[in-house]
């Protein structure tokens, strides 16, 4: 689980949720959407990150926002982790 950093906020004072957080949000959804975990881990977890990866694409195109930025980070940093622990 991705916990926030208490910083967060003074780092981006107009958001509710801290870019760790809401990209442990966006990673729950794309991984309800029904993508089958029996393609294998791996796969599973490129298909979730190209998903996740794709919505922050489209969100920092919307909003020329560091937030969206921040989010697509963390959701990268914490599916590489993930990819490490294979």
């Known amino acids: 689980m991705i916990h926030s950093e208490s910083k967060t906020s003074k780092k981006f004072p107009e958001r509710e949720t801290s870019p760790k957080d809401k990209a442990t ?37 919307e909003t020329r ?9 963390e959701v990268n940093k914490y599916i590489d982790a993930k990819r490490k622990n294979i």
């Open 25 to 61: 949000s966006i990673i729950a959804e794309a991984g309800a959407v029904g993508v089958p975990l029996e393609m294998g881990l791996d796969s599973w977890l490129s298909v979730i990150q190209n998903i996740c990866n794709q919505l922050c694409d489209e969100m920092i195109l």
């Open 65 to 73: 926002s560091a937030y969206w930025y921040e989010v697509k980070r």
